[in-house]
């Protein structure tokens, strides 16, 4: 598609219950990105693929945080036993192949709001 | 490690005004630098970008230079309108690709 898809918009979980969010990116861009927006402006980075493999997971928390990029599928970011701290929108974006990955543009989707309660 | 700072909160500004953002720094290597602007319930939309040393990022009226000397990438606007009214984020991209944000101004525009 043209732009990059988030599903759900909202996600409501109580304490302990599993989250799933999902993200497809724009046809043809081989990088998606994962983000955290907390604290209402702070953005966490989590964690990036290239295609299918994990590029970068330096910001994915060890615990309880697992995502995928599967062929032929929506990118998925999943948390196990949310805790409250989970709380925050969640947004992917994506970006093309470049020789110098630093100019690569990303483009972001509208988010995933997720609340533990 | 990198990191981007932006000035501490809101702006609000008349129609018409002068905008001014400020934006720094730190980073190894040679990041390029960013706005994304985020209307409210939206998510990031690229405002403008620099990829090297003096580069020079303009869109809708908006414009930043990419200042190595002073590690810098501050948004101006001649002319503010009341659409302008988002917040905006400054962030820099490393070789990794992964982008670091600032905490973001809100910047509200009064008609």
């Known amino acids: 598609g043209e732009e990059v898809a988030q599903t759900p918009k909202h996600l409501v979980r109580g304490e302990g219950q599993k989250a799933k969010l999902y993200c497809a990116p724009i046809?043809?861009?081989?990088?998606v990105f994962w983000y955290q927006q907390v604290l209402k402006n702070e953005f966490k980075f989590l964690i990036s693929?290239?295609?299918?493999?994990?590029?970068?997971e330096t910001g994915m928390p060890k615990e309880r945080f697992s995502a995928k990029c599967l062929p032929n599928s929506p990118c998925s970011l999943e948390i196990q036993a949310t805790k409250l701290e989970d709380s925050a929108v969640y947004f992917c974006?994506?970006?093309?192949?470049?020789?110098?990955?630093?100019?690569?543009?990303?483009?972001f989707g509208a988010g995933t709001r997720l609340s533990v309660l | 490690g990198n990191s981007v700072t932006q000035m501490e909160g809101p702006v609000t500004l008349s129609e018409e005004a002068f905008l001014t953002i400020n934006c720094t720094y730190t980073?190894?290597?040679?990041?390029?630098l960013f706005w994304y602007v985020q209307y409210p319930g939206e998510g990031l939309q690229l405002l403008l970008k620099a990829t090297k040393a003096d580069d020079k990022g303009s869109n809708k009226g908006f414009e930043a230079t990419y200042r190595k000397e002073t590690t810098s990438f501050h948004l101006e606007k001649g002319s503010v309108q009341v659409s302008d009214s988002a917040v905006y984020f400054c962030a820099l991209s490393d070789g990794n690709n992964r982008l670091a944000f600032g905490k973001g101004n809100q910047v509200v525009v009064i008609p």
């Open positions: 046809k043809g861009h081989s990088y």
């Open positions: 974006a994506s970006s093309q192949f470049g020789d110098e990955l630093a100019k690569n543009i990303q483009y």
């Open positions: 980073a190894t290597g040679y990041p390029s």
């Open positions: 693929f290239q295609n299918e493999n994990v590029f970068d």
